[in-house]
């Protein structure tokens, strides 16, 4: 069983750009949760993709946005950073009906 | 929303001493509280969770226990180890489609 990968490891950006992140689930999963997690802080929630639908938001933007592939596989957009965009992102992934959820290594994106 | 608060924010502690850390939550429609561990630039690994309708669940060296009336519930590691140090979070949920972290303890074990 494969684990939860992510994609690419670190990325900068400038105020203003655009950035897609990726997320491949591990097998079996067909859910994946996207998670901010700025230096020293706890990871903060953005939203919940089930089987292609978002499934619950946290309070973003709605700058923030997902998607999420029959393969189960997701993206992460963000349209128009912010310096306050500079973050650890992880995504998370579980099966169906069960809670336990297993984190990817994460995205480390600097806005400049 | 949910607020969940985490203390202490770090916590030194001798090997071989036991170690407490608490949460509070404020939704009481919460129902899912898991504890993940992160060590310095890995991902957070879940290393315990329990459910509202547990009060107490027990793996080997850690224990995690819940009170719904009072809302809060406690991480509890005995005979600490220097491999233990880390940040740990814990975490809310309800119904799985939202989950809501602390700001994590650092937790430092003396040898």
């Known amino acids: 069983e494969t684990g939860v990968t992510q994609s690419p490891t670190h990325l900068i950006k400038t105020r203003g750009q655009q950035v897609t992140l990726r997320c491949s689930s591990q097998?079996?999963?067909?859910?994946v949760s996207w998670y901010q997690q700025a230096l020293g802080q706890g990871p903060q929630f953005i939203f919940q993709?089930?089987?292609?639908?978002?499934?619950g938001r946290g309070n973003f933007p709605p700058r923030f946005s997902g998607l999420q592939f029959p393969n189960y596989s997701s993206e992460l957009n963000v349209n128009a950073l912010e310096l306050d965009d500079s973050a650890l992102y992880l995504c998370?992934?579980?099966?169906?009906?069960?809670?336990?959820?297993?984190f990817g290594p994460g995205t480390r994106l600097t806005v400049l | 929303g949910e607020n969940v608060e985490q203390h202490p924010s770090t916590l030194s502690v001798q090997e071989g001493d036991s170690a407490v850390i608490k949460c509070t939550y404020s939704?009481?429609?919460?129902?899912?509280f898991p504890w993940y561990k992160q060590e310095l630039g890995k991902r957070p690994q879940l290393i315990i969770d329990?459910?509202?309708?547990?009060g107490e669940k027990k793996d080997q060296r850690i224990a995690v226990t819940l009170n719904k009336t009072a809302k809060h519930f406690s991480l509890h590691i005995t005979e600490t180890q220097p491999e233990d140090s880390a940040v740990y979070f814990c975490?809310?949920?309800?119904?799985?489609?939202?989950?809501?972290f602390g700001s994590g303890t650092k937790l430092n074990v003396k040898p």
């Open positions: 329990i459910r509202s309708n547990v």
């Open positions: 998370a992934s579980s099966r169906d009906s069960e809670y336990t959820q297993y």
């Open positions: 097998s079996g999963h067909n859910t």
């Open positions: 939704d009481s429609a919460s129902n899912y």
């Open positions: 975490a809310a949920s309800s119904n799985f489609n939202k989950f809501y």
């Open positions: 993709y089930y089987r292609e639908e978002e499934n």
